[in-house]
Structure formats: structure tokens, C-alpha cells
């Protein structure tokens, strides 16, 4: 046992020491957490618009200070002809034009109708969809408010949404539960793949083979660090969303906490056993992040729901672990689920790190021979 | 020299699917000896020595190193001996202090034994102020001097060289091998591999091997008799060189 924890404290000074293991393993998921929660956020906020009021009357002013005050919208430029447009928009500050036709608050109180257009900026797909949704929508409630005042007759129905587990939409309740899933991998498959390989391309590891220390106390030994940091990263980012976001884990901490050491412990595995196929470190690398950390990200249902992708990718997704780590996090967090409902996954996940092991194991003998 | 057999090896023979690495050796090492093991490239000494130090297998053979049987016991083996290897060997991260410590606790040693014999093994190199320095700050030749004193601090009855002095400079060379002679002198076996045939006539007794098979053995004095050669280089090219016969 002495010799084993002589040996851990070696390791845990390979890690002190090196800079850049040490940005990977704290800076990483910090700028991570912060980047994906404030940069990639998927909310509208102040959006800029601009007004092509053809009207200029009381209720097209209602309007465009309805969209204003809304919190979603600034104010841009009032434009004074239709060529200002196209030259609006391409300068890229203003995200919409709001265009009113002529006569339009005379027409909307003789006629009943008027018309107003929502120019977008389409070269950013997904934000001229929520810039025109939120737009629609905006118009919408204020042409409630007139048929209400007005007493109208018709009967309109009304649908009211709800957005469970996430009222508000937030993009963080999405982003935090895959930062940690690809955190880990990369933590833990990556940085374990590369310390051990590097012991055998610096010799080290034939001495420690020859020394008393068993082999599985080597490998023990060099993992062990890398499962106690992971760990410290995944409170690390659970607090960080949870002060900086307001993000709140609303089933079992225990159960979150529970899983996250599996799914370490899994990604560990992995990383053992990268470490018995990979030759050198380039390797190791190589094999972490094109084989492992790139399908993880597009593959996991992280950014793409699974259920949109052609068949093939479905299925590659289903031998990718971060894909079932996600859904358990997802439904440990934001839905408040308990084990019951993740129970398959947990089942998934710990067949992975079995399989993982094995072969490892069969990989490591082949070598000894 | 006391007769007290260290290695006994008898009929070893390795075989790796139907190539045969190592073909029925035979021999023994005694204690407090420099035994020289000596091959081209591809001889099958590195397989050799896998096996003495209870890395690998053999498929065949009895072989004992330090009294314990290498099939059945290689973990008592693995306690009584030293190995370095031709890679150099010590973490560059970590001091020389934090090196010593780290393969003296590996070899289960008492932290105020390491303690004491670090005090001794930096005074023997002239080296105490410098404790504290990260290996990967130090010259080769040191490093390589100092993986030898690490590779003995656990003061094993065998330790093993693999190419110990690859790379380094021929002063260094020296100062290494007069190394090897005190830690000979004070009982503990040295099985040096060597590329270098000068280092070979340093040896009390040499081994050649040769596709698979000891060629030849016995004190450099006694070969360059029985070869009728001036130098132990003229002895292993008359009988190692590849496609040759042994003769």
C-alpha cells in the first residue's frame, strides 16, 4: 500500500507541475462553462431592429414601442425609404426591419386590417427564426389587446404555451449537462491515454514493470489522480452553473454525483484502454480527439437531437457513451427524474466501462508476453 | 570471486509462434560478478533478460535468479534486483530528491533509509547542492549515473544493464563503469548488456549470443586465447556476425 501511494503522489506532481495539464483540467471546463452559458446563448436579448414607418401614426407608434419595451429589442435606425433595407441589413448590427404600409392605423380601424412586414437577415438561419417568432408573437399580443378593448365578436382560439422543466428557455439548462459529458471524455480518456503512453515512450514503464509494483497498481496508480480531479471539475462546473446561471439541479445531488463517478469511471476506461492500443502519445491523441471527442460533440445529441439525424448516424450514436451520460444528467437536473427513469442508461454505461476493462486487460497481456 | 550461483538458467528457451527467440541456454551467474551479455542486434539478449527479470515467460527451461524460479516466483524476483534500461529512465519533472524517493518507496524502503542513502548516493557523485534540481535540468552523462545509483539503492543482489551507456560521452563511460566495479566489489551482481566492445574487456566473464544460441563464454582473457585476437571486438566479429556460422 506504500508503495502505491508513493506512487499516486508521483503522479499528482506530473500534474501540478505541467501548465498545461493543469489548463486542461481547471481552465478548460471554467472558459467552457462561461463561453457555451454566455456566448452561444440560443435567448433573444436586445436584439437591434430598425422601423420603415410608411405611416406614422398613433398606432404604428404603439407598435414599435410595444416591440421596444419588450426586453428582446433595441431600437435601431427609423428608416425613411425602402432602399435603406437592404443597406441596413448589411451592415449586420440591426437583425430586422418592422416595415408599415401607408395608412396604416387608418386602414387597420376601417378596414379591420393592415399590413406589416417582418424583413429578417437569413444569412443567420436560426436567429431570423426566433427575431421573426418573438416579432410574430409581439404582434400578435398587441392585436389581442385591440380585439379585447373593441369587444370583439369572433371567437379566436388561443393557444398558451408552456415550456416545461425550462419556463424560461434558457440555453444554459442545455449547454451545462454537455460540457460536463464532453469534459469528462476528454479529461479522462485523453489525459489518461497520454500519461500512460508516455511512460512507455520514455522508458519509465519497463522499470515499473520490472519493479514489485503490480500492474494493475501501475495503472491504478496513474488513474487515480485523474478520477479525484474529474470529480473536483464536475462540483467545479455544477457550482459555476449554479452562481453564474442560477442553474439548479432539481432531482437527487446524490444520484448526479453517483453518475458522474460512473461515467468518470467509464471515460477512465477508455482511456486505459486507448493506452494499450495507441504506440506514442501523437497516437493516443489522435485516437482521443478525432475518435472519441469529435463524434461526441456532433453525435451525442449535445447540439443535434439524435432523433433529426439520418438513420446511420442514429446508430452511430448509439455506441457513443456520452450519449446516454447526457440524457441522464438532462433528467437528473432539469427534469428532477430519479434512478427509475435513467436506470437503462446507468445499465448502458456500466456494461461500456465492463467491456472497456476487458479488453484493456486482454490488450495489456498480449503486450507483456 | 565466491562460487555462490546468483542466476542459473538451464535449457531456456523462448519462443515467440514458431520463431525462437532464445534457443536452450545454459548458464550461470555468480555472485559479485560483472557478467557481460553480449549480441548483435536481434540476438535474442533482450528476451534473455525480460525473462531473468520475471517480465516474460519462458516456454521452456529452470531458470533461478537470486534462489527464486522465474516461472513460478517472478514477484520475489522482482524484489531483488535492479534494472535499468537504455532508455533513460528518471521522471524529468520531478527532483532528484523526489526521484530517489519515488523508486525507493516503490522498492518498499523505509523513508529514513532513502533518506540516508540519498545523503550518501549525492556525496558520491559530487552532487549534494543540487538535490533539489529537476532531473530534466540535469547533463545526460549525470543522469545516466544517477539512474545506475537509483537502480541500486534498494541494494539488490542482481542488478541488470540494458545498454547502460548508449549515447553518453567516453569520460562518462568511464566514470560509470569505475561505478559499476565499487557496486561489484560490494557484492551486488552486475548483467550488463553493452553494444560496446571495449566495455566488454571491463567484464569479469562475457557471453556472446547469436541467433538465439550462447556462442561463446568465459573470461576476455581466456576468448582472445582460445580465438588467437588481440581484443574481444575481434572476438565477437569472428563469431556474432549475422548469416555467419558460429565457429
Known amino acids: 500500500m506504500k508503495r502505491f501511494l508513493g506512487f499516486v503522489k508521483k503522479e499528482f506532481l506530473h500534474i501540478f507541475r505541467d501548465v498545461r495539464t493543469m489548463i486542461i483540467l481547471f481552465g478548460i471546463p471554467a472558459v467552457q462553462i462561461l463561453l457555451f452559458g454566455f456566448v452561444v446563448s440560443t435567448d433573444l436579448k436586445n436584439a437591434r431592429v430598425a422601423f420603415l414607418d410608411l405611416s406614422g401614426d398613433e398606432m404604428t407608434q404603439k407598435i414599435s414601442d410595444k416591440i421596444c419595451s419588450s426586453g428582446f429589442f433595441r431600437r435601431g435606425e427609423n428608416l425613411l425609404n425602402s432602399n435603406d433595407i437592404d443597406r441596413v441589413l448589411r451592415g449586420n448590427k440591426i437583425k430586422a426591419v418592422i416595415v408599415y404600409e401607408k395608412d396604416f392605423g387608418r386602414k387597420l380601424i376601417s378596414e379591420g386590417r393592415a399590413a406589416v412586414s417582418i424583413i429578417a437577415d437569413g444569412s443567420e438561419p436560426n436567429m431570423a427564426t426566433l427575431t421573426t417568432n418573438y416579432l410574430t408573437a409581439i404582434i400578435a399580443d398587441f392585436n389581442r389587446e385591440l380585439a379585447g378593448r373593441s369587444a370583439a365578436k369572433t371567437l379566436l382560439v388561443q393557444p398558451e404555451v408552456r415550456m416545461f422543466y425550462n419556463p424560461s428557455l434558457k440555453g444554459q439548462f442545455m449547454f451545462v449537462p454537455g460540457v460536463i459529458t464532453l469534459i469528462m471524455i476528454l479529461i479522462c480518456a485523453l489525459m489518461t491515454s497520454i500519461t500512460i503512453t508516455r511512460e512507455k515512450e520514455f522508458g519509465t514503464m519497463e522499470v515499473l514493470l520490472v519493479s514489485p509494483l503490480k500492474p494493475l497498481q501501475i495503472i491504478l496508480g496513474k488513474v487515480l489522480p485523474y478520477f479525484l480531479l474529474s470529480f473536483v471539475d464536475v462540483i467545479m462546473i455544477l457550482l459555476l452553473s449554479w452562481f453564474v446561471f442560477g442553474l439548479p439541479i432539481k432531482g437527487s445531488l446524490l444520484l448526479l454525483l453517483a453518475e458522474s463517478m460512473l461515467y468518470i469511471f467509464m471515460s477512465l476506461s477508455l482511456g486505459i484502454l486507448i493506452s494499450t492500443a495507441a504506440k506514442n502519445m501523437q497516437q493516443a491523441i489522435f485516437i482521443s480527439l478525432v475518435g472519441m471527442l469529435l463524434p461526441a460533440v456532433l453525435l451525442s445529441g449535445f447540439i443535434f437531437p439524435i432523433e433529426n439525424m439520418p438513420k446511420i448516424y442514429g446508430w452511430v450514436s448509439a455506441v457513443l457513451p456520452p450519449r446516454y451520460f447526457i440524457t441522464i444528467i438532462k433528467n437528473i437536473m432539469i427534469k428532477g427524474t430519479g434512478f427509475l427513469y435513467v436506470w437503462k442508461e446507468t445499465l448502458i454505461l456500466m456494461i461500456f466501462t465492463l467491456v472497456f476493462i476487458g479488453l484493456s486487460m486482454k490488450n495489456f497481456k498480449i503486450r507483456l508476453q | ?247
Open chain 2, 1 to 247: 570471486m565466491t562460487n555462490n550461483t546468483v542466476i542459473s538458467v538451464r535449457n531456456l528457451v523462448k519462443k515467440f509462434g514458431s520463431f525462437t527467440a532464445n534457443d536452450n541456454l545454459d548458464f550461470e551467474v555468480y555472485q559479485g560478478e560483472i557478467f557481460g551479455f553480449l549480441g548483435a542486434n536481434g540476438a535474442g539478449k533482450t528476451t534473455a533478460l525480460r525473462i531473468l527479470s520475471g517480465l516474460s515467460e519462458p516456454t521452456l527451461g529452470e531458470i533461478t535468479v537470486a534462489g527464486y524460479d522465474a516461472r513460478k516466483q517472478p514477484e520475489q524476483i522482482k524484489k531483488n534486483i535492479g534494472y535499468m534500461c537504455q532508455k533513460f529512465s528518471l521522471y524529468g519533472d520531478l527532483t532528484v530528491k523526489e526521484n530517489i524517493m519515488l523508486y525507493g518507496g516503490i522498492y518498499g524502503m523505509k523513508k529514513k533509509l532513502i533518506r540516508e542513502r540519498t545523503g550518501s548516493l549525492l556525496k558520491r557523485l559530487r552532487f549534494e547542492e543540487y538535490g533539489d534540481r529537476l532531473i530534466a535540468d540535469l547533463p545526460l552523462g549525470l543522469k545516466q549515473k544517477l539512474a545506475f545509483l537509483v537502480a541500486v539503492l534498494h541494494e539488490p543482489k542482481i542488478v541488470f544493464l540494458d545498454e547502460p551507456t548508449g549515447g553518453v560521452d567516453p569520460v562518462t563511460r568511464r566514470q560509470f563503469w569505475e561505478m559499476i566495479y565499487e557496486t561489484a566489489a560490494g557484492g551486488i551482481t552486475v548483467f550488463v548488456t553493452t553494444h560496446y566492445m571495449d566495455e566488454a574487456e571491463y567484464c569479469d566473464r562475457v557471453s556472446i549470443m547469436s541467433e538465439g544460441k550462447i556462442v561463446a563464454l568465459d573470461t576476455p582473457a581466456e576468448l582472445k586465447k582460445q580465438y588467437q585476437v588481440k581484443t574481444v571486438e575481434e572476438v565477437f566479429i569472428k563469431i556474432a556476425r549475422p548469416g555467419k556460422k558460429p565457429g
